[in-house]
């Protein structure tokens, strides 16, 4: 089964590619604080989505050299 995320997008600058920026918070080993990390993933589009959106992505075969996900879906 492909890895799935969910996150937002970021940049549709791109044809038929959108940056999406997944949020993760993890906490901090010795002082127990929790931290965000954020991390960008370029993703394959086809629906059409539009800067600000929840989406979910899917880990896919390589569109290109730095396009490994596909957007699945928008979530509300």
Known sequence: ????KIGTVISTKMLK???VE???QIKHPL??????RTRN???HDD???KTG???KIAETKP????VHYKVLEVIK
């Open 63 to 66: 569109y290109s050299k730095s």
């Open 53 to 55: 959106q929840k989406v």
């Open 41 to 43: 993933f370029k993703a």
């Open 22 to 24: 997944i949020k993760l």
């Open 17 to 19: 590619t959108v940056v």
């Open 1 to 4: 089964m492909s890895k799935l």
């Open 31 to 36: 002082y127990k604080k929790a931290i965000t």
């Open 47 to 49: 629906i059409g989505t």
